[in-house]
């Protein structure tokens, strides 16, 4: 009768050892793969443009700067003429972000990031003049900086004063023309819309000569508030009493009149967490770069309520609000539940293979059982030759447990299926030899 055995192979220790650091290098190497890819820079393309050219390198230090500070998200600079090239630029979807102002091109699409400074309407004529308010501009002609940009604000001032009506003409003028049109009465007087920054108020300073009994007039907006509510790109603002001298200050009171925002603006589309890791990367690089650029001073947040004239980007909203979540707050679900479904995953293709690897929905009948079942067989076999079909059989069983035993987890172990065919060879030999002896007694009776 066999034995049901089975055939083993050992690894050298050597070998095993290879084996488990490899194994544990290729893990090493996946998990350093997946960080570094979660972890990686993104880079956006930001359309920006300024009629001066300030803008370009106020967004380029700050791009050299995260990436100094090894931000999450890297700026690819496109410079473009101005602020109406940069609007179009984005709305149109060939950059990620742009520098724009709350008054210029199309913003529908736009979600705002930061506000980086404030544009303020400054209205001046030049020291002496006789026009102190918007009703004496009758007649004249006003000079317009960057014209084309400031067209928006240039219509609203036409409509709230009825200046077509007083023949008042506006002429759009390059800034390093402004002195020579001021001089030959071209113009009477200058419209900028600029940041309150010492630069540019040391270029309004020396547009006009002055001394400590002359000084440029600056004429009031007083119809601000009324604009703001109508336009909401604009909100009333009143420029500090000596803004453009101390002393004696100019102006000698404090001016009301319109400003705007210059925003940074991206799409709605981008991911939350993203924006919210460059938002806050933005405030540290600004915050490294204030004492070289005074100008980011004004750095600030966006109107986060709903309302707000310019939508907020929800990631940004996420950094202002102090509601950013953590890898672990975002992912610790998946990572709970992903072993789990993995598990059941494997339960359900291992039933399935084991399922077409067999042919049948329902497990075959046990060997034991049918080992079992040839006990009682045996006892009552009436010949040596249904002890061999027997023998036959309980080798098939063996045979098959044998071929299972690698790859079926419910297949017996050798231990267990060599008792009982033990047993059943004892009971074989002992059938045997009760058949044989009650053939010995027949001859013996016949000759009596």
Do not use: C
């Given at each position: 009768?066999p034995?049901?055995g ?5 690894l ?8 488990i ?17 979660y ?5 956006l393309?930001?359309?920006?443009g ?5 803008a370009?390198?106020?967004v ?25 090239e ?17 008054d210029?091109?199309d913003l529908?699409?736009?979600?705002a ?17 006789a ?23 240039v ?8 200046l ?6 506006f ?5 390093d ?10 113009i ?19 547009l006009f000569?002055?001394?400590a ?13 009324a604009?703001?509510?109508k336009e909401?790109?604009?909100e ?10 101390g ?5 000698e ?5 319109l ?5 940074l603006?991206?799409?709605k ?8 890791g460059?938002?806050?990367?933005l405030?540290?690089?600004?915050r ?21 004239y310019?939508p907020v980007?929800?990631?940004a909203?996420?950094f ?5 979540v953590?890898?672990?707050d975002k ?8 072993p789990?479904a993995?598990?059941?995953l ?5 039933a ?7 042919g049948?929905?329902?497990p075959?009948?046990?060997?034991l ?7 009682q067989?045996i006892?009552?076999?009436g010949?040596a ?5 027997i ?6 069983v ?7 035993a690698?790859?079926?987890e ?6 267990t299926l060599?008792?009982?065919a033990?047993r059943?060879?004892n ?6 030899a009760?058949?044989?002896a ?5 001859p ?5």
């Amino acid at each position: 009768m066999p034995r049901l055995g089975k055939e083993t192979i050992k690894l050298p220790i050597w070998l095993r050892i290879v084996v488990i650091v490899g194994l544990a290098t290729l893990a090493t190497a996946a998990g350093l793969i997946a960080y570094r890819w979660y972890v990686r820079p993104v880079t956006l393309s930001i359309a920006v443009g300024s009629f001066d050219g300030d803008a370009p390198k106020i967004v380029s230090a700050l791009a050299s700067r995260l990436v100094v500070n090894n931000a999450p998200v890297r700026l690819k600079v496109v410079e473009t003429s101005g602020l109406i090239e940069s609007a179009a630029t984005f709305s149109s979807g060939k950059a990620d972000l742009a520098v724009v102002r709350g008054d210029v091109g199309d913003l529908s699409q736009a979600q705002a990031i930061v506000v980086l400074a404030q544009a303020v309407a400054v209205l001046v004529a030049p020291p002496g003049s006789a026009i102190t308010d918007m009703a004496a501009l009758k007649r004249t002609t006003v000079g317009v900086v960057a014209g084309e940009t400031n067209q928006k604000l240039v219509d609203v001032l036409r409509r709230t004063y009825d200046l077509d009506r007083a023949n008042v003409a506006f002429k759009s003028v390059a800034l390093d023309q402004v002195r020579r049109a001021l001089e030959t009465k071209e113009i009477r007087a200058v419209l900028f819309v600029m940041p309150l920054s010492d630069k540019y108020l040391s270029l309004v300073r020396g547009l006009f000569p002055q001394n400590a009994k002359t000084a440029p007039v600056l004429i009031p907006i007083e119809s601000a508030g009324a604009i703001a509510e109508k336009e909401r790109a604009y909100e009333s603002f009143d420029i500090p009493k000596g803004t453009l001298r101390g002393s004696p200050p100019v102006p000698e009171d404090d001016v009301t009149t319109l400003q705007t925002a210059f925003y940074l603006v991206g799409k709605k589309s981008l991911d939350n967490d993203m924006i919210a890791g460059f938002t806050q990367a933005l405030a540290t690089a600004r915050r490294d770069l204030l004492a070289e650029l005074p100008i980011l001073a004004q750095f600030k947040a966006p109107d986060t309520d709903a309302g707000a004239y310019l939508p907020v980007h929800a990631g940004a909203a996420e950094f202002y609000n102090g509601s950013q979540v953590s890898f672990l707050d975002k992912w610790s679900n998946a990572i709970f539940l992903a072993p789990m479904a993995l598990g059941a995953l494997v339960t359900v293709v291992a039933a399935a293979w084991r399922f077409l690897r067999s042919g049948e929905l329902k497990p075959t009948r046990p060997a034991l059982d049918t080992l079992y079942a040839l006990g009682q067989r045996i006892r009552h076999a009436g010949s040596a030759s249904e002890l061999l079909e027997i023998e036959d059989q309980i080798d098939n069983v063996l045979r098959a447990q044998r071929a299972r035993a690698d790859d079926d987890e419910q297949a017996l172990d050798a231990a267990t299926l060599n008792v009982a065919a033990h047993r059943l060879e004892n009971l074989i030999h002992d059938r045997r030899a009760a058949l044989a002896a009650a053939g010995s007694e027949a001859p013996q009776k016949a000759k009596s």
